[in-house]
């Protein structure tokens, strides 16, 4: 486990993606990941500030320094999510550690995704999980991930099914519907 992982956003690789810290420099690629009308429907806003749509490279900009300020607070992280073959940012991954245990489900850390459309798909999100389930629960010491799937969002969710996540009900640590849960296994 990483000791501080807010003192340095590690970076995680993939067949297909690398995940670093968002950076300022992100504007112009994520702007086509949040302008997308197909994929802000599956954007994850419970509990935030913004819908997570913009239409210009200041609001996108705007954004990623809020993002970069939520940092530095160590209220979570947000990475970049870049496409190897062509070195563009493609979309993000926020990841925030809940400060509390719960019974059943010990440390939880919240996964927000948000991809462009034409990466909203079973061998994309199955890469990203896969990469989480290797590297997040030890990295910052969390047992559980919940992540948002709304029904309509057929490819999350059969990814999430796949890689071993369960529908929550809405309950005391999130009470909002339409969330997965995958607990660590300790083999």
Same mark, same amino acid.
């Given at each position: 486990?990483?000791?501080?992982?807010? !003192?340095?956003?590690?970076?995680?690789?993939?067949?297909?993606?690398?995940?670093?810290?968002?950076? =300022? +420099?992100?504007?112009?690629?994520?702007?086509?990941?949040?302008?997308?009308?197909?994929?802000?429907?599956?954007? &994850?806003?419970?509990?935030?500030?913004?819908?997570?749509? /913009?239409?210009?490279?200041?609001?996108?900009?705007?954004? @990623? &320094?809020?993002?970069?300020?939520?940092?530095?607070?160590?209220?979570?992280?947000?990475?970049? #999510?870049?496409?190897?073959?062509?070195?563009? +940012? #493609?979309?993000?991954?926020?990841?925030?550690?809940?400060? &509390?245990?719960?019974?059943?489900?010990?440390?939880? !850390?919240?996964?927000? *995704?948000?991809?462009?459309?034409?990466?909203? &798909?079973?061998?994309?999100?199955?890469?990203?999980?896969?990469?989480?389930?290797?590297?997040?629960?030890?990295?910052?010491?969390?047992?559980?991930?919940?992540?948002?799937? @709304?029904?309509? +969002?057929? !490819?999350?969710?059969?990814?999430?099914? #796949?890689?071993? /996540?369960?529908?929550?009900?809405?309950?005391?640590? *999130? =009470?909002? !519907?339409? /969330?997965?849960?995958?607990?660590?296994?300790?083999?």
């Amino acid at each position: 486990m990483n000791p501080e992982p807010y !003192a340095q956003c590690p970076i995680y690789k993939t067949k297909h993606f690398l995940f670093r810290m968002v950076e =300022p +420099a992100d504007a112009k690629d994520l702007l086509s990941c949040y302008a997308d009308p197909l994929a802000a429907p599956l954007f &994850n806003s419970d509990t935030c500030t913004s819908d997570f749509v /913009y239409h210009t490279i200041q609001e996108m900009q705007d954004c @990623i &320094n809020f993002w970069l300020d939520e940092f530095q607070k160590k209220i979570y992280m947000r990475f970049s #999510i870049l496409d190897q073959t062509t070195q563009r +940012a #493609i979309g993000t991954m926020e990841w925030c550690i809940k400060p &509390n245990t719960y019974e059943g489900l010990g440390k939880v !850390a919240v996964l927000r *995704l948000d991809l462009p459309s034409v990466y909203e &798909n079973e061998q994309t999100i199955s890469e990203i999980l896969q990469m989480l389930e290797e590297n997040f629960y030890e990295h910052f010491d969390v047992d559980s991930i919940i992540s948002k799937a @709304i029904p309509a +969002a057929k !490819a999350r969710i059969q990814s999430f099914t #796949i890689t071993g /996540y369960s529908k929550l009900d809405p309950n005391p640590v *999130l =009470p909002y !519907a339409d /969330y997965y849960l995958k607990t660590r296994s300790f083999s």
